[in-house]
């Protein structure tokens, strides 16, 4: 963990100097100095004093990098396509067990018919029309209508419109999204 560049990052951000860090603190510049280069490691404690007098959350300074926040920029979406090229699928988020993705179903294509996989999905339909099966269950869901399942009961979505629909779909998964479509 590099909790000490984290530190610094945010110290430097709100542009506080050493200094002032330490009269608002109660630690020395040269504690202060080490802990931001990650020479030594401050107690909870001390984590505690230097988030509040930065006003962030201790648990934010516990943070991994890879745990922080993401950002995909519009442009910079990975997007794949499956069953034969037949979908479109935009990869919203670029980390972790919650994804969100955006696909594009031609008229009477359907996702794999049948399918089932761990985790849980929630999709908003925000164009087109679209049949939904999960079981023995069925709906017929258009813009603005969504629904969700858990994901390792059989189901599948084909576009039953003229038009080619489009899908927000977030799932709580630790499978990779081949697995799914």
Do not use: C
Not at 104 to 132: D, M, R, W
Not at 147 to 168: E, T, Y
């Amino acid at each position: 963990m590099e909790i000490g560049s984290t530190i610094r990052a945010i110290r430097k951000r709100k542009q506080i100097t050493i200094a002032q860090m330490s009269e608002g603190t109660g630690l020395s510049k040269g504690f202060i100095s080490n802990m931001e280069n990650n020479n030594t490691s401050p107690s909870i404690s001390t984590l505690q004093t230097v988030a509040q007098f930065l006003g962030i959350p201790l648990p934010y300074l516990l943070l991994e990098k890879n745990q922080r926040m993401g950002v995909v920029r519009k442009t910079e979406r990975q997007i794949t396509t499956h069953n034969k090229g037949k979908l479109k699928v935009e990869h919203l988020t670029s980390k972790g067990g919650l994804r969100m993705k955006r696909v594009e179903i031609p008229p009477g294509v359907s996702t794999a018919e049948g399918h089932a996989h761990q985790g849980e999905e929630v999709h908003l339909v925000l164009e087109g029309k679209v049949f939904a099966q999960q079981g023995e269950e069925s709906y017929v869901l258009e813009d603005g209508d969504s629904f969700s399942w858990n994901a390792s009961v059989p189901h599948f979505v084909k576009n039953i419109g003229d038009k080619p629909a489009v899908v927000l779909i977030g799932q709580h998964t630790d499978m990779e999204l081949e697995d799914i479509l």
